[in-house]
């Protein structure tokens, strides 16, 4: 079974379009993550969901809209896609935020590719 | 702002040989530091270290970390091909991870 499932893939979408990435985690985590990898590898956290209410909102433009339906699930929309959306982004999820770093398991990713 | 810098920030070495890659850090209220290894899709956890001194192990590769310092070393002994990826450093601190660039490692056969 899949820890941290997100879909789709791929995604080659056309400026201006809005998009959804979806992602869910079965292995029963408070906390979900949002991540953005650009072309460097660098990996930065857009959100972070903790039993569905948002702690953390880093500097992301407010075309990216998570939402959080239940702990088990947290997605990412985003409006007017801008040819710098392009990334790999990332779902992951750990069992606590705040006290510790646990392991965080992420996503297999999600390639949007803005043309 | 919290920061986190990898070095080097790439590596190719022959198989069998060993190599230290090396993670320094500023983050305010540290919490704990994380290394994970990126092939081609997810990062996957290697270790997690909260205290200085404790060298942590999983086969071929430990890591210690040093909170006086300020930094991290992940060693690999005896490299194998499967060991090429991207290593990540990631330092808990403030309620979010930051990432460090990561070292790129190739390892020639």
């Known amino acids: 079974d899949t820890a941290v499932s997100q879909t789709p893939k791929y995604l080659v979408t056309q400026m201006g379009n809005d998009k959804s990435i979806k992602c869910e985690q079965n292995l029963g985590h408070d906390t979900m993550y949002w991540y953005k990898q650009d072309s460097k590898k660098f990996l930065k956290i857009m959100f972070s969901?903790?039993?569905?209410?948002?702690?953390i909102n880093e500097t992301v433009p407010n075309r990216f809209s998570p939402k959080s339906p239940d702990k088990a699930h947290l997605n990412l929309h985003i409006n007017s896609l801008e040819l710098g959306d392009s990334a790999v982004y990332f779902c992951a999820s750990s069992q606590e935020a705040g006290q510790l770093y646990y392991e965080q398991y992420f996503g297999p990713g999600t390639r949007l590719t803005v043309t | 702002e919290d920061k986190v810098v990898q070095s080097p920030l790439s590596l190719v070495v022959h198989e069998g040989d060993t190599v230290t890659l090396n993670c320094s850090y500023e983050?305010?209220?540290?919490?704990?530091l994380l290394w994970y290894k990126q092939e081609k899709k997810a990062p996957t956890f290697l270790f997690m270290l909260t205290s200085s001194g404790i060298e942590k192990k999983s086969g071929r590769l430990s890591s210690i970390l040093d909170k006086k310092e300020l930094f991290s070393i992940l060693n690999i002994t005896a490299t194998q091909t499967g060991d090429s990826a991207v290593y990540l450093c990631a330092v808990g601190g403030n309620e979010k991870l930051t990432f460090g660039t990561g070292t790129r490692l190739t390892i020639i056969p």
């Open positions: 983050v305010t209220n540290f919490r704990s």
């Open positions: 969901y903790n039993n569905k209410e948002l702690i």
